[in-house]
């Protein structure tokens, strides 16, 4: 081993940090890195990569308190072995044809993510969109109010049923990170 100053390194599911050679340190970065560049296109890419973390990490406790060098590195990073995308996984390409434009999102959703959903689809503010729909759900009413109050609430009763409805069509996306990742258009304009 070389007189090389150890560079601590954190690991996910590891309190304690790793001591690392610098070039054992780069050696784990730049696998890291390979991985997430392999993993781009899969949703699942960060809990991948944690769980590569913790595989690592555990091999590395196995190799006591001293500091790993760049060999043992290698050699820990063997037995993981390399990352490749699953075979068996749809490519994400073909996945683009089944996600919609319009969609509801659920992380983030204050109701049924529907705004949410509008929000990612058209890259308007969320906020924007809440409030328009509040504002014409609540000034339609009250333009409506004059000629009769059961028009008026006939109109308030259709604003809630189409957001109903919406919520109910509208299939489900986790997030608005994923539906970008997964949709058509944006895809489209990428390539």
């Known amino acids: 081993m070389t007189n090389e100053t150890p560079v601590s390194m954190r690991l996910t599911g590891h309190q304690k940090p790793f001591r690392l050679t610098p070039s054992a340190h780069r050696e784990l970065l730049s696998y890291l890195a390979d991985a997430r560049d392999e993993l ?5 890419d960060d809990e991948t990569v944690r ?12 190799l006591g308190d001293n500091p790993v060098d760049a060999g043992q590195m290698r050699s820990t990073l063997n037995q993981v072995g390399p990352v490749v995308s699953e075979p068996g996984k749809p490519d994400p390409k073909g996945i683009e044809d089944q996600v919609p434009t319009w969609c509801r999102v659920l992380d983030g959703k204050w109701l049924t993510g529907v705004c949410l959903g509008i929000s990612a689809a058209t890259e308007a503010n969320v906020a924007w969109v809440r409030a328009i729909y509040v504002a014409v759900t609540l000034v339609g009413g009250a333009l409506l109010a004059p000629f009769s109050e059961y028009v008026m609430l006939i109109f308030f ?12 069509l509208l299939p489900p996306v986790e997030s608005v990170a994923q539906y970008r990742r997964l949709s058509p258009r944006r895809n489209a304009a990428r390539r």
Not at 51 to 62: F, N, T, Y
Not at 158 to 167: E, F, G, K, R
């Open 40 to 44: 781009a296109d899969d949703p699942d």
């Open 51 to 62: 769980d590569l973390e913790v595989s690592i990490g555990d091999q590395l406790s196995a």
């Open 157 to 168: 009763g259709l604003s809630v049923l189409i957001y109903l409805t919406l919520s109910l």
